[in-house]
């Protein structure tokens, strides 16, 4: 049984189950069909909702660009996690418009769970500038992915999500993951494109994933693959590496997760 059909089982059509849905589809423009941004690399202009469905393209308005099928592995985690009483916080880095985060934030409020916080990290100004030139991320990709943190706070407050078990770590990772201020944390997600902003991510935190938890790396067919390949071989770490159902493109993940095993 994959985790989105042990969720599906879990949810079923109760009032949560349906809230959250209706959440994700609303987070990644689903409902009024938000068209994309124009990038480089993909040339469609109109929305298409198995384009949206699988995370392919940027919406305009929405907060959300991982699209349905990510989220729904986002929350298979966290009701895993919490089914399996695996401690500790929640935390993405790399956040674009905070929806993923909002996600996180929303499966807690449903599930009444008061003792974990969603953690909400970014440089909140796009790509580290030297490191995105080298890796080829400049022009007008690089604009759209700097979001400022009033922006991001303000969705929350839109989606009623912003209090005191959001937290907020604004800043390049170099210098804020070292001493970031969490010890725990049971969920790692990163969205940080980038070779060494995913190294740096892996470095500071995946050490603090309690056993059980769950790394999902966004990114798998770019620079982030390769570094989360790196660090898993360097750190002997031989957990399987999944593919998140139902985002793919040319073939191949989109995104990919693994369980940490547990001591």
């Not at 987070?27 to 068209?35: F, I, N, Q, R, S």
């Not at 384009?51 to 298979?76: E, K, S, T, Y």
């Not at 996180?104 to 953690?119: E, F, I, P, Q, S």
């Not at 994933?209 to 660090?231: K, N, S």
Request: aromatic residues 10%; negative net charge; hydrophobic residues 40%.
């Amino acid at each position: 049984m994959t985790l989105h059909t042990q969720h599906q089982a879990r949810a079923g059509l109760n009032g949560g189950g349906l809230y959250l849905d209706l959440l994700k589809r609303t987070l990644t423009g689903m409902v009024y069909e938000d068209p994309p941004i124009p990038v480089s690399w993909f040339s469609w202009k109109k929305y298409g909702v198995s384009r949206r469905a699988a995370g392919l393209d940027w919406p305009q308005h929405a907060p959300c660009m991982i699209g349905a099928a990510r989220l729904d592995n986002v929350q298979d985690c966290i009701e895993t996690i919490l089914a399996d009483g695996i401690p500790g916080d929640f935390a993405e880095a790399g956040v674009w418009r905070g929806g993923t985060c909002i996600l996180m934030r929303a499966v807690l409020k449903v599930l009444d769970v008061t003792d974990r916080d969603v953690w909400v990290m970014d440089s909140f100004a796009g790509l580290p500038p030297v490191e995105a030139r080298a890796e080829n991320f400049t022009g007008p990709e690089q604009h759209a992915l700097a979001v400022p943190l009033a922006k991001v706070r303000h969705n929350f407050r839109l989606y009623g999500m912003l209090d005191n078990q959001v937290r907020f770590l604004p800043g390049w990772f170099c210098d804020t993951l070292p001493a970031a201020p969490v010890s725990r944390l049971a969920l790692l997600r990163m969205d940080a494109d980038l070779y060494s902003s995913t190294t740096e991510i892996l470095t500071y935190l995946y050490p603090r994933v309690e056993p059980g938890g769950f790394i999902i790396v966004d990114d798998w067919q770019l620079p982030a693959r390769q570094a989360a390949e790196d660090y898993r071989r360097e750190h002997g770490i031989t957990a399987p590496v999944m593919p998140v159902e139902g985002a793919s493109h040319n073939g191949g993940p989109l995104s990919a997760f693994w369980r940490k095993e547990k001591s």
